[in-house]
């Protein structure tokens, strides 16, 4: 099983569509989650940290299941700007470094 | 506050030549890492350092080398390029709370 494992789409959907990605990770003693962003050609930055209660940043919440190692990421009312590809993350075991899922690609159109 | 910077932004070389990209931060950040990131492959850890003067191996080292020579600085070396080394390189920092700041990338083609 793959670290952190994603649905690379891609996910098209119209502008004002709800769309939901899911991610699973594989190693059980993992403590910080995250949701980064990535435009095309440019790096990767932080959309959400991930919390074991679930949390909401405006149109987006992010939840974590530990028990079935799942994290997902749900978008309301879609913006063309939220056109982008987002990458799962998780910290490796010894806690020093951060292992990407390979992203999963939203194009949202008018 | 400049964040990450990587120097250069693109590089062409020819089979064999070598190489350093350069990655500093002004966060004074402890964490520093070198990623590459290939189509269909997803962002991938070359090397990565917890603190000055101490570097440390990720999933994808060989043909790579790094210097931590100061705290700011992290260096990523190529000393024999070879086509399958191009890609995407990006430099990133963390802060205490495992937040990772990326730099812009470099693009390297090995002909």
């Known amino acids: 099983r793959k670290e952190v494992e994603q649905d690379p789409g891609p996910f098209n959907v119209p502008e004002g569509a709800t769309v939901a990605f899911n991610c699973t990770y594989s190693?059980?003693?993992?403590?910080?989650f995250f949701w980064y962003r990535q435009d095309c050609r440019k790096e990767p930055k932080l959309l959400m940290s991930?919390?074991?209660s679930g949390n909401e940043d405006g149109r987006f919440t992010a939840q974590l299941n530990r028990a079935s190692q799942y994290i997902s990421l749900l978008i309301r009312d879609s913006k063309l700007s939220d056109s982008a590809t987002y990458l799962c993350?998780?910290?490796?075991?010894?806690?020093?470094?951060?292992?990407f899922g390979k992203g999963t690609t939203l194009s949202v159109s008018s | 506050n400049a964040g990450v910077t990587q120097t250069p932004k693109f590089r062409v070389l020819k089979t064999g030549q070598s190489m350093t990209l350069l990655c500093a931060q002004d966060m004074n950040h402890e964490y520093m890492y070198w990623y590459r990131q290939d189509p269909g492959m997803g962002l991938r850890l070359i090397h990565y350092?917890?603190?000055?003067?101490?570097?440390a191996k990720g999933e994808v080292p060989d043909g790579y080398n790094v210097s931590r020579l100061k705290k700011q600085n992290f260096l990523l070396g190529l000393e024999s390029a070879a086509p399958s080394q191009t890609s995407v390189y990006f430099c990133?920092?963390?802060?205490?709370?495992?937040?990772?700041?990326f730099g812009p990338g470099t693009r390297l083609t090995v002909l």
């Open positions: 990133a920092s963390r802060d205490r709370y495992n937040e990772q700041f």
């Open positions: 190693n059980s003693a993992s403590q910080s």
């Open positions: 991930v919390y074991s």
């Open positions: 350092s917890v603190g000055e003067g101490t570097t």
């Open positions: 993350v998780v910290n490796n075991q010894a806690g020093t470094a951060l292992i």
